[in-house]
């Protein structure tokens, strides 16, 4: 195969093995012919074959950090169809993918009618983080209560909330799609207020800022929610049709094609001290 001893080549197989590096195992030959036949010297194959395996253990990273995060599907953006909706700023949307908003703690907000893309988003720009290194958590409002109130009746909701809190990422989706559990709200405002200043989050909901109260059942724990959420901001209104309804556009009644726009009031002022139930060790004023 090449001029390199046999008995070398071999120690080199089983250095790999024992590496457990076994991509380069695997492309080890193939790169050694490259070598006999000039197309390549010896720093060149050592560069191919080390970045043959890096690529593999980044694959399975990222592989194993999509799970862990379990997202509902795998998005992109490169597959989302911004010509669909032209209401929305597609350089915009690309700015929020270089995730500065993660280091600054930031939450963006992605609302608009159902259908309209807000949970490819979201789900794309998790991958993104992911892609970069960095944890992320995917759930939707009723599946993340659901979990904080088993935790509170199990008398671990301290430890539950905290191990939201490792996240870089939180994605909340589906925020008024259905209704909030009796204290839910609470609930949630307490992890909103423990990751608060601290990780970045990314909420989808298709009802107004407005309607909160009526969407988490107490106007008091909806502007607590608010204010902390809105303080570091970014707000991305999606105007349009539903992209899954596209193919099928005249079936829908007119009263629905034509619903009104959720429209985001101006943020509200930052307030003192949250509702008397929602408090943790993290509340930060």
């Not at 309804?245 to 930052?270: C, F, G, M, N, Y």
Request: proline share 6%; aromatic share 4%; hydrophobic share 45%.
């Amino acid at each position: 195969m090449t001029h390199a001893p046999a008995m070398t080549i071999d120690s080199i197989k089983r250095s790999l093995v024992g590496l457990r590096m076994p991509r380069a195992l695997e492309v080890l030959d193939a790169t050694l012919r490259r070598i006999e036949q000039g197309e390549t010297d010896g720093i060149g194959a050592l560069d191919q074959i080390l970045l043959e395996e890096l690529t593999l253990r980044e694959n399975r990273r990222v592989k194993t950090a999509l799970s862990m995060a379990r997202l509902p599907a795998i998005k992109s953006l490169q597959g989302f169809d911004f010509a669909f909706q032209p209401s929305l700023d597609r350089n915009r949307i690309l700015a929020l993918a270089e995730l500065k908003f993660i280091d600054r703690a930031e939450v963006v907000h992605l609302l608009g009618p159902p259908g309209t893309g807000k949970s490819h988003l979201a789900t794309a720009l998790a991958v993104e983080a992911v892609k970069a290194g960095r944890s992320v958590t995917f759930a939707t409002l009723a599946d993340l209560i659901a979990s904080l109130a088993k935790a509170e009746r199990d008398g671990t909701l301290r430890e539950r909330i905290r191990y939201l809190c490792r996240a870089s990422l939180l994605v909340v989706d589906e925020i008024g799609y259905l209704p909030v559990v009796p204290g839910g709200g609470n609930l949630f405002f307490q992890l909103v207020n423990a990751r608060y200043e601290k990780s970045a989050m990314i909420l989808t909901s298709n009802r107004g800022f407005a309607e909160w109260g009526e969407v988490f059942g107490d106007p008091v724990v909806a502007t607590a929610l608010l204010d902390r959420l809105l303080h570091h901001a970014v707000v991305v209104q999606i105007e349009g049709a539903s992209y899954r309804l596209r193919q099928h556009a005249d079936l829908v009644p007119e009263h629905v094609r034509s619903k009104a726009l959720i429209t985001p009031p101006p943020a509200p002022k930052r307030r003192g001290r949250p509702p008397g139930k929602a408090t943790s060790d993290h509340d930060n004023g």
